[in-house]
């Protein structure tokens, strides 16, 4: 093996995952930056998907026309699971974190998937009511994780 | 007569003979060479010759999400790659790409016998176990369907596996205790199966219960086992099976789960995976004119072992939220594959393989101490229920 390059990669601490917007979801990215949650609708029946797709799985238009929806970012918890051992060795030293599958209120079966902080593991319910907030990972993108909604 | 969705050429293909490979983590010869020497012990089980065989199918993908390069003939075997290193010629070479993949290719040979394309087809499936962690991934940029996942760390099947168990317990008031005793079963019948990686080596609910976590509430055991080797099947018609020396076992129908979408995360939602699970299993029943309680052998799928609820549920063994209590009646689930078999968490990641296999060899009465007294009637699942795919097979033409 060739001595490593000091420009390597740290591949034992590598740095998080950047998502890298691409043309459906550039969108998406542009509304986290600013704090915002945006789902991509469908013009001609309303219907709203996430991931974003390429055509209208509500009507199967064959005339796609999207728009950016900004939603409340708040639903419920449909499920979870606590991370504890990373696939991603970015992540190796968050374990043991939260991914909770969150169902948007403002459509039904809309799931989104997002880290779920603020919360002791043995409190979190089925069907408990969260909102999003936004980690800063690089300059300017923003991922979404969901925390508590408290009354 | 003729009912909606049935399989016209029931009864009309059958299996003729089979062999599989030893399993192992490390491979000890090259998959390609492995896939050759599995294939060509195949075709001699079957009592015919490789010059005979003119059709080949396989479903070759390698489903780790590690990222890593995949070459044909060394992490995974296409039909079109051993028909290159045999030099033959045969009429029809297909794979099929997909997560059905086993009962899938499976039935692309048995459509192409059955339509006169092919008089013998073989079917592989080659596993490769890639060198450490199978779905671990250095990347640093989230493209594509990554995007939605790999930023919040979530990554890899077992993760969104997860999220349907998680689930199935809040939901039913199941407990891992109740998947424990499956799982033991499982390990049991696995450690009796000849080509198992886990032969002679159970576990106990102990063993379950302190098992290492990945991602709550699936631990290390809920995984089946990435495993080298290799299973090939030969089929041709239910006329020339006559003369093979093997007891034919017959493909009397088949279905394909359809919620294959790129949204990969949503359709694990557990509410997806029952309801695409139930229009797979009404178009086994149909394709099949066959009920559940017909059934002798039904070798569920559980390559994540909480996958058997989702399958027992799905086919209507149990209603909903009641598969995990059905699953431990050892009367009613007896052919199942938590009891004979061992499924892929008892032998090793053979994807579908395991269950079609042992739905084959109980069925050919080829299954040895583990013979079931009443085998006539199996099927094999693969799969999610909503994206996989399902074999019905009898030991009779109709």
């Not at chain 2, 039913?172 to 990686?197: H, M, T």
Request: glycine share 10%; charged share 15%.
């Amino acid at each position: 093996m060739p001595p490593t390059p000091s420009a390597a990669p740290d591949r034992a601490h590598p740095p998080k995952p950047i998502p890298v917007p691409d043309e459906a979801s550039a969108g998406f990215w542009e509304a986290t930056a600013r704090n915002e949650l945006a789902i991509q609708g469908c013009q001609h029946c309303g219907h709203l998907m996430h991931p974003p797709r390429t055509m209208c799985t509500g009507c199967q238009s064959t005339k796609p026309a999207f728009e950016w929806k900004v939603v409340s970012g708040r639903g419920r918890v449909r499920s979870w699971t606590t991370i504890r051992q990373a696939l991603l060795p970015a992540f190796a030293a968050d374990v043991p974190y939260t991914v909770a599958m969150v169902e948007l209120y403002e459509q039904a079966g809309l799931i989104m998937t997002g880290q779920l902080h603020d919360i002791d593991l043995a409190d979190i319910t089925l069907d408990m009511p969260v909102r999003a907030e936004y980690t800063e990972l690089s300059q300017g993108v923003k991922v979404p994780h969901f925390v508590p909604v408290t009354t | 007569m003729t009912s909606a969705g049935r399989f016209l050429a029931a009864g009309k293909v059958a299996i003729a003979g089979f062999a599989h490979s030893p399993v192992t983590r490390v491979e000890q010869m090259p998959l390609g060479v492995l896939t050759i020497e599995t294939i060509k012990g195949a075709v001699a089980d079957a009592g015919v010759t490789l010059d005979m065989i003119d059709g080949f199918s396989t479903a070759s993908a390698l489903v780790s999400s590690s990222g890593r390069d995949v070459v044909d003939g060394i992490h995974t075997v296409s039909s079109d790659w051993v028909v290159s290193q045999l030099g033959l010629e045969p009429r029809w070479v297909v794979g099929f790409q997909g997560i059905g993949q086993v009962s899938a290719s499976f039935m692309l040979a048995v459509e192409a016998i059955a339509s006169g394309a092919v008089d013998y087809a073989v079917v592989h499936r080659a596993m490769h176990n890639p060198s450490g962690s199978y779905h671990a991934n250095p990347m640093v940029e989230a493209h594509g369907s990554a995007q939605w996942e790999a930023p919040q760390g979530m990554w890899g099947p077992p993760t969104y596996m997860a999220l349907p168990y998680m689930e199935y317990l809040q939901r039913y008031g199941a407990r891992r205790e109740d998947l424990a005793e499956i799982v033991v079963a499982q390990r049991e019948a696995g450690a009796a199966y000849p080509w198992s990686y886990w032969k002679d080596d159970p576990i106990t609910v102990d063993d379950y219960m302190s098992a290492r976590m990945i991602a709550d509430p699936m631990s290390i055991l809920d995984c089946d086992i990435p495993v080298n080797g290799v299973a090939a099947f030969v089929l041709t018609t239910a006329e020339r099976v006559r003369d093979l020396p093997n007891n034919p076992v017959y493909v009397r129908g088949s279905a394909m789960g359809t919620r294959r979408s790129s949204n990969m995360l949503a359709d694990f939602a557990m509410d997806n995976i029952i309801a695409g699970g139930k229009h797979t299993a009404s178009k086994l029943w149909q394709s099949s004119g066959l009920r559940p309680d017909e059934v002798d052998v039904p070798q569920i799928y559980d390559g994540f072992s909480p996958v058997l609820w989702f399958w027992l549920e799905a086919l209507g063994y149990a209603p909903d939220g009641q598969g995990y209590q059905f699953a431990k009646d050892p009367v009613a689930t007896a052919g199942m594959t938590f009891r004979t078999g061992g499924g892929s968490i008892g032998t090793g990641r053979m994807h579908g393989v395991p269950q079609l296999l042992e739905t084959y060899l109980q069925l050919s009465r080829r299954a040895g101490e583990r013979q079931l007294n009443r085998a006539d009637v199996g099927i094999a699942c693969h799969g999610l229920p909503h994206a996989g795919a399902a074999i019905a097979l009898t030991a009779e033409p109709n």
